[in-house]
């Protein structure tokens, strides 16, 4: 990948502790001496920790009608008073990274692209890419399971088995059928880790 290649935010974010995550659509943050209800863009389960208690990262919506002014872009994991581990939980930024690596040629080696269209519709499914005309690609940001090391003192809590195979195993088979002979598809796992 071009090691020019950098995507930030438009503003810095911000950096809070998470308080509890009451619904899979919030997680109320402490920042600056004050507990916000922020927007929580992963629903499903992040990794098999307890969030409560770890640092996390904030992107401000400055928006005055939305109501979760900040949401919450990545999680630290780290030992007490060193630099945590981030990594990203936001499946919309990870759409945002792989559009500038394509665009910037970065999978060039990969792909080769000479245009990119967002949100493709492909039988009954919208597919995050077409490139090229002929090559859908599908963005996922697995976050059932962090891959990282986990430090001491993170809690774990009791999860049940992740299985959604004949989920997959039911979009993988509509998205071959509704491929026309010239096209293919690629499933492009992002992880969005520091």
Not at 92 to 111: K, M, T
Not at 156 to 172: A, G, L, N, Q
Request: charged residues 25%.
């Amino acid at each position: 990948m071009s090691s020019d290649l950098l995507v930030t935010f438009p503003e810095p974010l911000r950096r809070g502790r998470i308080v509890r995550r009451p619904n899979r659509f919030i997680v109320e943050v402490e920042l600056d001496g004050d507990v916000h209800a922020c927007h929580c863009p992963t629903t499903g389960r992040i990794g098999d920790f307890v969030l409560d208690g770890l640092e996390c990262l904030l992107s401000d919506s400055n928006s005055t009608t939305r109501k979760t002014r900040f949401t919450v872009e990545a999680i630290g994991l780290g030992e007490t008073d060193k630099e945590p581990t981030w990594f990203g939980i936001n499946p919309n930024a990870a759409n945002r990274y792989v559009e500038a690596a394509l665009s910037a040629g970065a999978l060039d080696s990969v792909l080769p692209v000479s245009e990119v269209r967002r949100e493709a519709k492909l039988g009954s499914s919208r597919l995050d890419f077409l490139v090229n005309g002929d090559t859908y690609i599908e963005v996922k940001t697995p976050l059932q399971t962090i891959q990282l090391p986990m430090p001491s003192g993170i809690k774990k809590k009791k999860v049940t088995p992740f299985d959604s195979t004949d989920r997959m195993v039911r979009h993988v088979t509509e998205l071959a059928t509704s491929l026309a002979d010239h096209e293919r598809a690629v499933l492009f796992t992002c992880f969005l880790y520091d």
